[in-house]
């Protein structure tokens, strides 16, 4: 089982959600988060005085899923996230030793 | 002004004019005694008739009287409320907006607090300090108690309506110019400290000053003031106390922990741009309010009031967009506010011109004032009480003694010029001595009331306190309780 964190911009959430649901991913769980890499925040004046905001706002969705439809779902999310400027987030991929369901106990891909 | 003998006379000519008036018709409705030959029966009016016609006039004099103060009186009642809405809401909102999440109650408290306290010292007290006597410095307690104040009108300040309609709407002034000063010592004043220190400062600052200005006798007393001194709606008594004295706690407080290091951006400027524009419609009460009837006087500042406001809007918005590239929002309703500040002194003396002028040039140096002359200084005024209410009321007050005129108010009498663009330049210089007295006022009183209030109650909370923000440590509550 792999696990699949992906940070995205909030703007291309719709469009990702839509194309997994397409592929058929069942569940994931949404965050909003705040964070920045190499993109830059932005400046705000407030009557002449300058902040600097570098936490931008930014969507992550955490999934577990088979190994077989992990690179699926990783060619999905590229497809669709991708904007091509600065800003659009990452993926990151680990292997998951176990999962349960907590309903019924079920264990391993059967939980997923 | 508050108090003005042309104001007096004014009336009497409206009354004697309408009775003529009345007069006329009624002369016309009795054919049996002036029929087609009026000259011939002229000579010979019996007792009766001339009893009847006396009476008849007595009581249409009556109900010119009766039906002027209906309308003085709903205006004014009205003026009262929309004072009392610049404070809670406006004044609440706009501060609130402007002070981080964790202190909104504190500041909104502040000013809510003020309503109820000044409300009762007014009544004990307020009212007769300010009104009472004829003294050139302070009141009396000829109205102690609110002795004395009732149905009737006191014509020393308004002629036409209840002396209790004056007295109430007097007290919404008493309100807010208190709590222009909890601007510049937000999200750092103890709760405790902030009621002493308020009572305080109404009693020795803002009562001399607007017994001064406006009270009869009163050493800058437009009237017969040893200064005479243009203030229409309180720039010096409201704008320029209020400003001077919040920089004086500014500077005695200190900063805010972490200013300017730690980013302290508004929470929302939502709330703020709602109050701004309470303030806004508000200040019609309180400047057009501040002709004491509802006369064309009234009108003339209303319009003046607005046209300010939108000049001062569009200064403000200009030198931002210059300088950083971008209009703020943040930025346009404070501008509008440094506008309603400047024309405050200026509203009933001033045509629509004159106040686009005052209002642009407030804008302009409102926003120079927030944005370089404080960064120099470093003082920490945190939501600009000093570079809003100070700068903007002393502007107003001196361009008061600039732009005045005669057409629309003839304060000195009708072939007297008021203001130095009308040949009067004398009149900048009572200005500034107005100005000058208040400042000096202002900063004499405020150190000494800051003095004992630190002695007696402390005027700032601990730091952890301050860190742990206002609202939870001086009053047990959050604004937002996002998980309930």
Redesign the interface.
Known sequence: MMKIEAIIQPSRFESVKDALREIGIEGMTVTEVRGHGRQKGHT??????E?TVDLLPKIKLEMVLPDALANRVVDTILKTAKTGKIGDGKIFLSRVEEAIRIRNEERGENAL | MKCVGWKCSFRLVLVLGAVLLAAVPLSAQQPPVSPAAPAATASAPTPEMHKAVTDKLAQLDKDVKAAQSAGDNAWMLTSAALVLMMTGPGLALFYGGLVRRKNTLAIMMQSFALMALITVLWALVGYSLCFGGNGPVIGSFEHAFLKGVGADPNPDYAGTIPQATFMVYQLMFAIITPALITGATAERMKFSGTVLFMTLWFLVVYAPLAHMVWGKGGLLNAVGGRFPCLDFAGGTVVHISSGVSALVCALYMGKRTGY?KV?M??HSLVLSFIGACLLWVGWFGFNAGSALAASSLATSAFVATHFAAAAAALGWSAAEWLK?G?A?A??AI?GAVAGLVAITPASGFVGPMPALAIGLIAGVVC?LM???I??IFGYDDAL?AFGVHGAGGTIGALLTGVFAQTVINPIFGADKPAGGLDGHWGQVGNQLVGVLIAWGFALLGTILILKITDMITGVRVSEEHESDGLDITQHGEEAYNLES
């Open positions: 705000e004046v407030y009557r002449g005085r902040y | 300017p980013p951006p508004p950083n971008r703020s943040l930025g404070s926003y927030v944005t370089k404080k960064a600009d």
